[in-house]
């Protein structure tokens, strides 16, 4: 009568452990050292900055939070569309999708750079999930696929089971993070004021992910269509620090 109990008691003992080590691998998917390239896009900051639209702190702290919202419009039913169905055949559709969605050469260099990176490097590091390393290498041929960055977010979080709420404010999370870093690095406040002001929107990026969350990409729009003539304006200007 105790083997049955102690094979359970095992079996709970190994789920458990997946379970924790799974979470290890979603944590290390936002972690700033995972190297995909979001600290070389400051997603408009540096061309707005040069443009005189943001010249204070008011201004940076609306500029951020226009970002949130548009990337939320634009790219959170992406991200939402590939977890739902993390497969192949629906990822390679949201793929091209976005592609022709982004009208801006400059968002869309970005998209393409950071998605790239991404899912070599989850591809490498995940070998937990073969699936990855599959979908990639079968779609490296490609010469219609561009491997933008929201559909290949929302496929890694969707194989590494995360639920869509927590994968959509992940997202965010990512894009206020490394804007946040752009406008330290351009002297625009410094560390600490960086930190502060990343707690105090991570109120409103709550309210703007309650907004737009669970939206098929069929419904994906620009709310801040300004933003997307200033980031396309960054090729324009005679020095600069990033590359978007």
């Known amino acids: 009568m105790e083997k049955p109990i102690e094979e359970d008691a ?3 003992s190994v789920v458990s452990k997946a ?14 050292i995972l190297p995909t390239g979001g600290f070389a896009h400051s997603f408009g900051l540096e061309t707005a900055v040069q443009t005189r639209l943001v010249s204070s702190p008011t201004d940076l702290e609306t500029h951020i939070i226009h970002v949130l919202d548009n990337t939320a419009s634009l790219l959170l039913p ?3 569309s590939a977890l739902k169905s993390p497969d192949i055949e629906t990822w390679q559709r949201l793929d091209l999708l976005l592609d022709a969605t982004l009208t801006n050469q400059v968002s869309s260099k970005a998209s393409i750079s950071q998605g790239s990176a991404l899912f070599r490097i989850a591809a490498s590091v995940f070998t937990e999930i073969p699936s990855l390393k599959m979908i990639r290498d079968a779609s490296l041929g490609s010469k219609e696929l561009r491997f933008h960055h929201a559909p290949i977010f929302g496929l890694v979080c969707g194989l590494l089971g995360m639920d869509p709420e927590t994968s959509q404010r992940a997202y965010l999370f990512v894009t ?10 351009l002297n625009l406040v410094g560390p600490m004021g960086a930190s502060v002001m990343q707690h ?4 409103v990026a709550e ?8 939206r098929d990409a069929g419904e994906a729009c620009q709310t801040s269509p300004l933003l997307d003539v200033v980031q396309g304006c960054h090729g324009y200007l005679f020095s600069r ?4």
């Open 200 to 203: 105090r929107i991570a109120v």
């Open 176 to 185: 206020l993070r490394d804007v946040v870093s752009a406008a330290t690095r």
């Open 10 to 12: 095992i079996r709970e």
């Open 19 to 32: 379970s924790s080590c799974t979470q290890w691998s979603q944590w290390q998917l936002l972690d700033s």
């Open 207 to 214: 309210t703007v992910l309650e907004k737009w969350k669970d």
């Open 78 to 80: 992406f991200v939402y």
């Open 241 to 244: 620090l990033f590359c978007s």
